[in-house]
């Protein structure tokens, strides 16, 4: 009944010739892309071009001949279209960490007076880590409130609240939050909003200038498939920027930064969200990464992925009934992104065992096997294979065996 359940979603998966636009290794069920994202088969190419020809024969010159000067803002507004961003809005370089500080400090300042900066204790680690930097930086209460109880905390906290930072999906659960909602909220104490969007972007239909949006990071490298330590993005609406005062003011946000002046003077556009120097090779494999969604409309994205995650769930309902795992999860589609977790005692070495089958997910302390849905190449037919592979796993005892039960440096 799965099989065929499987094989008839497949069949009338509009998005299913978009796979072909991945290099997928044979043999393999990759359900990681929310971690690391598949590579795109654009991307060696673009890679190879930029080495051997951009930087090996045209050297210096590719600033200009190239087109290396504009590919933070080029590229940009090829992510802010996927992030419901118009364009000169959005500027890609450096890493989420440096984004994230840049930008939440930045609004932090825009709201002189007001003492406190809400975030998530769920939120990423670095997320909490930065507002503790920023708020250490300039005299504010970080307070670390649910999203789910946010709204009400800054109702009541409203006129002292200044930036609340979160993301709309849990990054352990994939537990998605309403943006809209929660940016209103913020709006109406009086604060700012700053979204961490490493897994929205790329992953579900997110509307930054239609929510009324301030500021946003991602990352380059998860559902946007970039490849590894691909540059983040950092969104500054447009309504803010004349007034966005960072702190890392680079000479690439100079107004004219080949003017060599001594003191600083911030681009009048989005290009003031510029540093220094980006990582080229990195971000011009990102952008030709991004090629992978040329046509494809995010509403798309996002009715196959639920579709990827239900019934990932009804398969461990039906499959992995009564062996010791529960859904972490929520059932409630509206409530879901584009992950699914599940937990259980041994999470670890089930994860181990199951990538040696090779099924990738990944695990997160303590008990969570997280498992990640890219609907640009993951199939039915994978998600039915990755859960009957885990319940082969289980009923074997795979997973005792001690090579599975250490661990490395990356979990």
Same mark, same amino acid.
């Given at each position: ?20 636009? #991945? ?100 939120? #990423? ?23 789910? /109880?946010?709204?009400?905390?800054? &109702? ?24 809209? /909602? ?25 509307? %930054?200038?239609?929510?009324? &949006? ?18 983040? #993005? ?45 990582? %080229? ?6 952008? &030709? ?58 999470? $670890? ?27 640009? $190449? ?34």
């Amino acid at each position: 009944m799965l099989t065929e359940r499987a094989a008839s979603l497949d069949a009338a998966d509009p998005l299913a010739h978009v796979r072909a636009r #991945f290099l997928l290794p044979e043999g393999v069920v990759y359900l990681d892309g929310n971690s690391l994202g598949a590579l795109p088969a654009a991307v060696p190419a673009a890679v190879e071009d930029a080495v051997h020809r951009q930087w090996g024969t045209d050297l210096i010159r590719s600033w200009n001949g190239n087109g290396w000067w504009e590919a933070p803002l080029r590229t940009g507004d090829a992510v802010g279209r996927l992030i419901g961003a118009a364009p000169g809005q959005v500027v890609v370089g450096d890493s989420t960490s440096v984004q994230l500080f840049n930008t939440l400090l930045a609004a932090a300042r825009m709201r002189p007076g007001r003492r406190l900066l809400l975030t998530d204790p769920d939120h #990423f680690p670095t997320d909490q880590y930065i507002a503790d930097s920023v708020g250490r930086l300039l005299g504010l209460d970080v307070r670390r409130v649910p999203a789910r /109880e946010a709204a009400a905390v800054l &109702a009541a906290e409203a006129g002292n609240v200044a930036v609340a930072a979160y993301a709309p999906v849990d990054y352990r659960t994939g537990e998605l939050y309403d943006m809209a /909602e929660l940016t209103a909220a913020a709006h109406a104490a009086g604060g700012l909003m700053h979204w961490d969007l490493c897994h929205a972007a790329g992953a579900l239909p997110v509307e %930054l200038d239609a929510v009324a &949006a301030d500021f946003a990071v991602g990352c380059g490298y998860k559902y946007l498939s970039g490849g590894p330590g691909a540059p983040a #993005f950092a969104y500054v609406a447009r309504r803010h920027q004349e007034d966005f005062d960072h702190p890392l003011t680079g000479w690439h946000g100079h107004a004219e930064p080949f003017a060599m002046s001594g003191t600083y003077a911030p681009g009048a556009d989005i290009s003031r969200a510029r540093i220094s120097t980006p990582p %080229l090779l990195s971000l011009l494999a990102l952008e &030709a990464a991004l090629t992978a969604f040329d046509g494809v409309e995010m509403t798309a994205v996002r009715e196959k992925s639920l579709s990827l995650t239900g019934f990932f769930q009804e398969c461990v309902d039906t499959v992995l009934d009564g062996l010791g795992f529960t859904m972490a999860t929520p059932r409630d589609p509206a409530r879901r992104g584009s992950q699914v977790a599940l937990r259980h005692a041994e999470a $670890y070495p089930l994860v181990a065992a199951l990538t040696a089958r090779g099924v990738i997910g990944d695990m997160r302390a303590p008990d969570l096997l997280r498992f990640g849905f890219n609907a640009l $190449y993951v199939t039915h037919a994978d998600v039915l294979h990755a859960v009957r592979e885990l319940h082969a796993v289980v009923t074997a005892g795979e997973h005792r065996d001690p090579e599975f039960r250490e661990r490395p440096t990356v979990t």
